[in-house]
């Protein structure tokens, strides 16, 4: 990880301090996550297949909630959604951590919080942008909904918290199967 990387946040670094990070994990790209504090609005960039990383079965080089993007109740969220895989379509759904996880997509946790073709995936390159407030506070999935995606690691976390002041990305430290 480099310095640059999160110099942006003194928030960020503060909560790495707490969670130390592994320091072999991918970077996490200031240019993914946006907000304006004032209106409370956030907007992340969430790339499927960004990497090689378990089969590109991953979010922003992520798998298995090694990323954990951090919202503060109530803000409008805009989770702006691409397909960076060449081969596998994906798709992305906020759900309730459940174990094990599921196989096949189930009613998102939030209203409005999926993709467009849930279960069949957006191919290569499609976009598709899911709006919703972030609410009720608690702990949650970014899940691919594309049959055993999501099951095989292709997860990150989303934090909706009571606390936070402003949205932040962390490293968290990642589900082994
Ligand atoms: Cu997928």
Known sequence: MTARSFGYAPAVLLALSITPATGSGPDIDPAWLSFDTPA????FQLI????????????????DGG??????????????FRNHDGMLPHSAEIIAPETPLPVQPVSPAIPRAFTLKLTEGL????????RFTAQPAGEYLIFCGVPGHGAAGMWIRLSVS?????????ATAATSH
């Open 67 to 80: 990323l954990t993007l951090v919202v503060p109740v109530g803000w409008h969220t805009e989770i702006d």
């Open 40 to 43: 409370k609005t956030t907007r």
């Open 123 to 130: 191919v290569s390159e499609a976009t598709d942008t899911m």
């Open 48 to 63: 499927a297949g960004l990497t090689g990383l378990n089969g590109a079965l991953n979010f922003n080089g992520f798998r």
């Open 162 to 170: 009571a606390t936070a002041a402003a949205p932040t990305l962390l």
